[in-house]
């Protein structure tokens, strides 16, 4: 067949041009899509059906809102911000990822080739095999599952226009930062902090800013802090399957390919959240008598956090000690050291989103610095000779990198955070006025998940007030 006579998207110098791994392309946008999926709609139904049933609405529209927000985010400026070009040692360049010359080229994250001393290069750039128009949707995926999982600390309270002012303003100056530094070339990645898929990046980030966001917004009502049951908890367990699934390509994806790396992080994926499970809900039946299907998904969530930052890096037997660790670890700081810490007690993390994602991803990180096995660095790492202290050697002072890059990450989301809520509170009120609270979606969005009580209209205040309940607390919060 003459060439002029092959569709312009098969022949090779256009739309398939020499450099493009059609495989790598295909498995890179299939991770980018279950990473997608576990927000929209997996976060969606697990925060609208784990909260109170007057606060359905508006959590999940949180997660929905916070999802398209970042989408404009990202490809205006931020995408180049987080892995685009050198601007500080801890930033990159705001650019727009819109024009055709610079999505459709090769995708090329300048700043993460490794250099000597003396200037000379020690490794290239990273440039997968695909055009950047998929690494700016892959990266996006995992910039609006932070920001969601943050939100999961202010349920049930939260101004809904003061967290509109919030996203955007949280993924300029916070997540941009963290993600340059680790891993689009910044002064972490290059000094050797490992966080394979976001365990600092994500996990620990929005852990310590959900708590020190939930710090400044303030708490729920006394009546939903003393009782907040879930509404439904079979659409908690489809929410939770859809975030467990969905990690395949969390973890899968992070090797830019689909290569023995990516196959090794999914495997130890699913048997780090599957120990994690089995250890969280032994413990419940031990402690408590009884398993909580909640509390599964908590030991759940915190397995799939821990293993992140070191899915590809370490061996299977290592996942399962990483969840036995993040299946006792967080449990311990959620269900019995959160309880005697009177700090804690001042702060309304509704969804304990600290214990599941900042405790958990910590635990990750150091434990990546622990068992990192040296072949399969090498496989992943830009640094020769990268792997974990068990291993000997110079894998002695991994593990320090790893507590000093979130020493790192918590200081900044710590007082970026800060910054950004005092800012906001001086335009909007980052609480909802006690009266609304008291009434929750109907009063704040004019619509109700069930229409029990007046078919969606506004209800008398008085049909809401559960001042008479037993008093016995229940459900995944009890003011944890």
């Given amino acids: ?13 256009q739309s398939s041009p020499d450099w493009l791994n059609k495989g790598d392309n295909a498995w890179q946008m299939m ?64 650019r727009p990822a819109l024009g055709q010359s610079f999505l459709a080229a090769r995708s090329e994250l300048t700043a993460t080739a490794m250099r000597y ?7 290239d750039m990273l440039k997968p095999f695909y055009p950047a128009a998929t690494m700016v949707y892959f990266q996006c995926m995992f910039a609006s599952i932070t920001v969601i999982i943050l939100a999961g600390s202010l349920l049930g309270r939260m101004n809904i226009k003061a967290w509109m002012a919030f996203v955007p303003l949280w993924i300029t100056f916070s997540y941009t930062v963290c993600a340059f530094s680790l891993w689009g070339g910044g002064f972490l990645f290059q000094w050797g902090v490992i966080d394979y898929s976001g365990g600092y990046v994500i996990h620990l980030s929005s852990g310590i800013a959900g708590l020190t966001a939930a710090y400044w917004v303030g708490p729920r009502s006394a009546s939903d802090r003393e009782r907040f049951p879930p509404n439904n908890i079979l659409l908690v367990l489809a929410g939770a399957g859809l975030l467990w699934l969905g990690w395949t390509g969390f973890n899968g994806g992070d090797p830019y390919s689909a290569n023995i790396d ?22 419940d039946v031990f402690f408590f008598g009884k398993p909580s299907v909640i509390g599964a998904v908590q030991g759940m969530i915190t397995g799939l956090v821990c293993i992140t930052p070191g899915a590809g890096l370490v061996q299977g037997w290592a996942a399962i000690v990483m969840g036995i ?50 072949i399969l660095c090498s496989l992943f790492l830009s640094i020769p ?49 006690d009266q609304q609270l008291l009434i929750g979606d109907d009063a704040v969005h004019g619509e109700e998940a069930y229409a029990i009580w ?10 809401h007030n559960e001042s008479t309940h037993s008093g016995v607390s229940v459900g995944v919060t009890q003011n944890v």
């Fill in 385 to 433: 000779g990268s792997k974990g202290a068990i291993y000997g050697g110079v894998g002695g002072s991994q593990f320090g990198k790893q507590i000093a890059g979130a020493l790192f990450v918590t200081a900044w989301n710590v007082v970026i955070t800060s910054i950004i809520c005092v800012l906001i509170s001086l335009v909007l009120p980052l609480r909802i006025a």
């Fill in 454 to 463: 007046a078919e969606g209209e506004l209800s008398d205040i008085t049909h």
């Fill in 31 to 94: 991770s980018a899509t279950l990473v997608g999926l576990q927000s929209m709609p997996g976060l969606v139904i697990l925060y609208g059906s784990i909260v109170k049933k007057k606060w359905a609405i508006n959590s999940a529209f949180m997660a929905l809102y916070a999802f398209a927000a970042v989408w404009i985010c990202w490809v205006v400026w931020a995408y180049n911000m987080s892995f685009g070009d050198r601007l500080l040692p801890f930033w990159g360049k705001a």
């Fill in 117 to 123: 001393h003396d200037g000379s290069v020690e490794a």
């Fill in 262 to 283: 990516s196959s090794m992080a999914v495997l130890n994926t699913h048997i780090c959240a599957s120990t994690s499970l089995l250890m969280w809900t032994i413990l």
């Fill in 1 to 13: 067949m003459a060439t002029g006579a092959i569709p312009i998207a098969y022949q090779t110098t």
């Fill in 325 to 374: 660790l993040s299946g006792s670890i967080p449990w311990y700081t959620m269900m019995v050291l959160h309880k005697k810490w009177s700090f804690m007690q001042r702060i309304d993390d509704t969804l304990g989103v600290f214990h599941t994602h900042a405790v958990a991803g910590l635990l990750g990180g150091a434990t990546t610095g622990l068992f990192a096995e040296p």
